[in-house]
């Protein structure tokens, strides 16, 4: 057999866990024979363009995350094409965004020829890679094999690259694939069907421990472990391998850490409201945190029941999706995150909200508005969560100086200038007090139509254009055909953000940053793995300018 040169591509966008589906196939060539490696293209210090283009690579995978990274996406799979010696036809694309959004990859004409793989790695890879013995495609052959998906991946590729990510001492497997649910806001259903078992994580853990060793944690990416057939089965068998309730690993230093386990996607509270056994079991091993998805106001009922069974069941450390910018009003947001800090109060418990921005999954930016909200609250509430890197605090007098302390409140702080969030102590107890008054002087004297049109104006289209936002408002500022008493509040949101008023500090100052009092705020293994913070609107641009000069 042929020893063929095999390069994995990832994107350069961050993100938290490894490329599962790569390192399987890192693992698939490997066994082959076939020299394998790993490159994150066009993040930061990464291989640069040229040592890949010194010699021809056989065949190049590139993976998919998010349909709105298509922009970085586009970017490696153009590189991917000059590495592979300008023959499309060794490039093969795969992974999320590739299997959701199949026809726009396919019919991208500059990218002709290439492999667009939609779905699971499933089958004998000659079939799941959809080769073919008349083009000559080495692997053809190869119709007996076990499926790629369900290979051991090969933790080694990660060492061929710079980039840290922030989950990694850990098993990554699935103990189910697919889900019973259709929810209109999910991909799942496209991507993995209906919900199937996969096979023992036994197979998994003890191939991972022979080949790259012992590892802390058991993060499972089941999208709804709670409706698989062989719940209590997967519990047991979680506690076999080690992950009992106060599990520890002591480690090659002698040092013994914490262990845990944690069904990174989030638990269906439906399921677990409906029999006390789901929470009774899942108190058996170390789960940290129990992720609780609440994407709607409908389920509040449900979701308050399943958090108490949590508790009644000494599950303390709670995690929730939240999603937003879908079907929800800001006014339903804040009712589902105040239920958190409610529930954390009276049951003594500790519950982290991660809000989620919703972006259909065949969108290429990040450029969906929801029903009730507008890009001015999207980017004003974006702004609220830097302070937490996109959570919100369970500690109450945290939350309620962040987010109001009632839902008028809430949609009022969406709606102030930016400088105010920025810099909020500053304008309320500082130099810059006088200025706010002001503000507020004007901002009160509007009448209720007079408010419709001011957040029209915040919102209105031209603010999607590249550019400054504040620029646009000064333009709005000195448009005679606009209400003087509009276009006086409106002054105050040319405002710049990154600087305080009177002071030399040329440096964001993130909002609330001094005001978190929380002592026990999650490590950044439990943080989501995109909870919306960054898109391309010039705020955030500033925000990531600051973030990157320290």
């Not at 980039?163 to 806001?185: E, L, M, N, Q």
């Not at 007079?450 to 000195?478: N, T, V």
Request: glycine share 8%; aromatic share 10%; with cysteine.
């Amino acid at each position: 057999m042929t020893k063929k040169k095999v390069l994995l591509i990832e994107p350069g966008y961050r993100n938290k866990y490894p490329p599962l589906g790569l390192m399987k196939l890192a693992s698939y060539h490997k066994a082959r024979g076939d020299y394998v490696k790993f490159s994150k293209v066009g993040f930061g210090k990464e291989e640069g363009m040229s040592s890949l283009l010194e010699s021809p690579w056989d065949r190049v995978y590139v993976t998919t995350l998010f349909s709105f990274e298509w922009k970085r996406t586009a970017e490696a799979i153009d590189q991917a094409i000059q590495i592979a010696g300008m023959q499309p036809e060794r490039v093969f694309v795969g992974g999320i965004a590739a299997s959701l959004m199949h026809d726009d990859y396919q019919n991208e004409p500059r990218w002709a020829g290439v492999r667009f793989i939609k779905g699971l790695l499933v089958g004998a890879p000659a079939n799941a890679l959809k080769l073919s013995a008349e083009d000559c495609d080495f692997g053809a052959d190869d119709l007996q094999g076990g499926p790629i998906e369900e290979r051991v991946p090969d933790y080694d590729i990660l060492s061929d690259i710079s980039y840290t990510y922030p989950v990694r001492d850990a098993y990554f497997g699935y103990a189910s694939r697919g889900c019973v649910r259709k929810c209109a806001f999910c991909g799942v259903p496209k991507l993995e069907g209906p919900q199937r078992e996969m096979p023992p994580l036994t197979e998994l853990v003890n191939g991972i421990d022979t080949a790259h060793g012992v590892k802390k944690d058991m993060v499972l990416m089941d999208n709804n472990i709670t409706a698989s057939a062989r719940y209590k089965e997967v519990i047991a068998e979680l506690r076999d391998l080690g992950f009992e309730s106060g599990a520890t690993l002591t480690q090659t230093n002698g040092k013994a850490v914490k262990r845990r386990v944690d069904f990174n996607q989030g638990v269906d509270a439906r399921i677990l409201a409906k029999s006390p056994m789901y929470l009774k079991e899942m108190s058996r091993i170390c789960i940290s945190p129990l992720r609780i998805a609440f994407d709607h106001i409908g389920m509040k009922k449900v979701y308050d029941v399943a958090i108490r069974m949590a508790a009644d069941n000494e599950i303390k450390s709670l995690s929730n999706y939240m999603l937003y910018n879908f079907m929800d009003s800001p006014s339903d947001l804040y009712e589902r995150m105040r239920l958190n800090i409610s529930l954390n109060e009276e049951l003594g418990i500790r519950i982290w909200s991660f809000p989620m921005r919703y972006q259909p999954v065949n969108l290429k930016e990040r450029t969906h508005v929801g029903k009730f909200w507008n890009r001015y609250y999207l980017r004003s509430f974006q702004i609220m969560l830097q302070a937490t890197h996109g959570l919100v605090s369970g500690n109450p007098s945290f939350f309620m100086r962040a987010y109001g302390e009632d839902k008028h409140e809430f949609e009022h702080l969406l709606s102030i200038p930016h400088a105010f969030i920025f810099h909020r102590d500053h304008y309320e107890y500082e130099d810059g007090r006088p200025v706010l008054d002001e503000y507020f002087e004007y901002r009160n004297k509007l009448s209720e139509s007079q408010e419709q049109e001011l957040i029209g104006h915040l919102a209105g289209p031209d603010i999607a254009i590249p550019g400054i936002p504040r620029k646009h408002y000064a333009k709005l500022a000195g448009d005679s055909t606009i209400d003087p008493a509009i276009r006086n509040v409106l002054r105050f949101h040319t405002l710049d953000t990154r600087h305080r008023l009177g002071s030399e500090d040329k440096k964001i100052l993130p909002v609330f940053s001094q005001l978190n009092p929380d002592p026990v705020m999650p490590g950044e293994d439990e943080h989501v793995e995109d909870a919306g913070l960054y898109d391309d609107d010039s705020t955030q641009q500033e925000i990531r300018n600051q973030s990157a000069s320290g």
